[in-house]
């Protein structure tokens, strides 16, 4: 079985670069950059928190843009902007697509785009525990290399446990696609990491990483690290 | 395909997160068909007549305004004291039909909480309503109002602690607990189907005073007056009128939320509008003595119908407001929402002989707010 993939979320901040060149050091094998939006529809306390501060401390779509062409010279993973259709549509969808490939993104995650909209933005497509048949393999067939399973109903926020929906969600998805299923969502230990390994071939954690974050890059490091030897167990 | 308008020109769609597609695909089946059935209709017919107490008449305000025809479109008298009840009623109907047991509302001014609260006791269902605190301060009858109604207020207490955050809270809820929930939206905003269905249940708004100023008037008004938050009153009042060219439809915002008259082209709630956003797309706060209109956007309809030039959207100051709010309770024995004091001031001076104002609710529940505002309070 080949190795499973660690899709870490960290918020754009200035020492956003550091804290990304620990986590792809602990195992993290591609890194989201959010790009702070006043209104994250789906997301829960900690990241829209993290948000917050983020927007009080100047983080404006240029200063991101800065952020991520930083973090581009430290790391070779792939690198995965995700924000808002607003910030999308204020800035111009081609250019902040063009501007952000030039940065270093990769690929791209617009958490409140469903697939079938603006089907010409090649994105990482996200599937949940209420799409149907249908709108998975809608999303499989438009997807960007992977395809994000969100294992819950719910927005992003750390839970007690992986959540029993992501099993069936993960079975349907493999009968429609050969994508490579990575979950999110509620994945916040190495435990969990390695319950989902089971299902999925990777996990993005996002939360979690966020908290860990604002105690310092040990602190990433070491959720990190946890959280990949849940993956290889 | 759908039958149902999803876009308005540039604006509408729905920007949400893919969990709640599905959601929004039934809602839609559902509505395509009950908007064209009979038993449907007259369900929702009986209960506005027995019930909601429709039709409500229009009253001339002849001391208000002495130098032009001004008729005042009477949802303040509705049950619950506001045109809210009109979309409660139709939705929470949809929602039985649906099978959903658990409903959510978002309130600024309080009204769509208190009419949603309503509808959910007469039908016994769940009732979970999402409120600003900032808002909760300013509308404290309307908090106890639900509460005694057997609602559960959740306050939000992030972000300008308004009716924006609130619809942001009430949409998490929606993400979470799709599956049981409907989510009443409480305005002509929000990811399609919503623009097209509040605009129809609220449509009899317009189709009424239509009727009704024809038959006093034996012509149609020349001009016909709204306010604007989200816009529901207004599209209600509007849409009727919209073929009746020689009418002029003019929404009135509060100076400080004017998503129409100073807003861009942005994404907030899961649908493209005009907003108060900054170049980034960054949601700006909006600023109104009058928690209804509080918010930075607007049904995408009123954008769409800015941009075609159909309709007129001129602003209106909260000192303006107050001044209408004073000068209505003292001619006409009539105390106006707040919201509905933006529409009255520019009804008094648009360029216009006859003119039919939605009067969209009672100020009962604004009295605490307007005399702390003015040094009154106790």
Known sequence: MSRKTLVVYLMAMPDTPELVEAAVGAGADAIEVGFPFSDPLADGPVIRRAGERALAAGMRVGRCLEVLAQIRERVDVPLIPMTYASIYDAYGWAELEREARSAGATSFIVPDLPTDVRTDFKRIQMVAPTSTDERLRLAADATDGWLYLVTVTGTTGARAALAPTLAPLAERSRRVTDAPLYAGFGISTGEHARAAAELVDGVAVGTRAVEAAEDGPRALATLVADLRSGLDA | ?378
């Not at chain 2, 002495?66 to 979309?87: F, I, Q, S, W």
């Not at chain 2, 109604?149 to 308004?162: D, I, Y």
């Open chain 2, 1 to 378: 395909m759908t039958t149902v308008t999803r876009t308005f020109g540039d604006y509408g769609g729905r920007y949400v997160p893919e969990t709640l597609i599905p959601a929004l695909d039934e809602l839609e089946s559902a509505w395509e068909q009950l908007r064209d059935d009979d038993a449907f209709k007259a369900e929702l017919r009986e209960l506005q007549a027995t019930y909601a107490g429709r039709p409500t008449p229009i009253t001339r305000a002849a001391r208000f305004a002495p130098d032009r025809r001004v008729y005042l479109k009477r949802e303040d008298l509705m049950h619950t004291g506001a045109h809210k009840l009109n979309n409660a009623l139709g939705q929470v109907l949809i929602a039985q039909r649906l099978g959903k047991q658990r409903i959510i509302a978002e309130t600024g001014a309080g009204q769509h909480g208190v009419a949603t609260a309503t509808v959910c006791a007469r039908f016994g269902l769940e009732c979970i309503v999402y409120m600003g605190s900032e808002d909760m301060r300013r509308q404290a009858p309307n908090v106890e109002r639900m509460r005694l109604l057997g609602a559960e207020v959740r306050a939000v207490e992030f972000g300008t602690k308004t009716l924006k955050e609130a619809t942001s809270e009430a949409i998490r809820d929606w993400i979470a607990n799709v599956e049981t929930t409907h989510y009443v939206i409480g305005s002509c905003v929000g990811p399609a189907p919503y623009p097209e269905l509040v605009r129809e249940l609220q449509r009899v708004i317009g189709r009424e005073a239509r009727a009704q100023i024809l038959e006093v008037e034996g012509r149609l008004p020349d001009a016909v007056v709204a306010c604007v938050g989200g816009g529901s009153n207004a599209i209600g009042m509007f849409y009727d009128f919209i073929p009746d060219e020689g009418v002029r439809l003019i929404g009135v915002e509060a100076a400080g939320a004017a998503s129409l008259g100073t807003g861009r082209g942005g994404v907030l709630h899961g649908a493209r509008s005009s907003l108060l956003a900054d170049a980034d797309g960054q949601i700006m706060d909006a600023h109104s003595i009058s928690a209804g209109l509080d918010y930075p956007g607007v049904g995408p309809e009123h954008a769409w119908l800015r941009d075609s030039g159909r309709a007129e959207y001129v602003p209106c100051t909260d000192e303006e407001a107050l001044a209408s709010f004073h000068r209505l309770c003292e001619t006409e024995g009539i105390v106006p929402a707040l919201e509905s004091s933006h529409a009255l001031a520019r009804a008094l001076d648009c360029d216009a002989e006859l003119v039919l104002v939605c009067l969209s609710g009672r100020g009962d529940k604004d009295l605490a707010e307007v005399f702390r505002r003015e040094g009154r309070g106790e």
